[in-house]
């Protein structure tokens, strides 16, 4: 586990470094992506910031096909196959979607919203730090 506590400590006093979950990804983004003509305006100021312009943005390689190694590792067959199982039994496909276990799932555990050019400096510094990984968004 890492120290958010002395991270957050190192931030401006308006910042805010949210916990993240497949909960708010699928409460507040994957509602929009049912709708007839889903739009980013819908999903730009969702609490948890977590909403991607497309759905599948949340999964390794933008595909939600489970893979025990996290990596789509699949040929142009594999996916053509996948494709046309979508067209016969959309349950076939729903099922990777609303699989919070999903090894090809690839969603942030926290979710800073920065005020000042420092606050991203803290979380870039800390993520360096500890050999993690920082995503951007704007």
Known sequence: DLDWAALSSKFSSSASLIDTSYVNYTNECMPEFSEPSPTNHALIDQPSGMCLPHLHLGWEMSWPRPSANGHMNQTFDQLFQDILGLLVDPSYF????????????????????????????AAVNFAKEHRSTVLKSV
């Open 94 to 121: 729903e099922s990777w979607n609303t699989d919070p276990t999903n090894p090809s799932l690839n969603l942030p555990s926290k979710v800073l919203f920065p005020v000042v050019a420092s606050d991203v400096v």
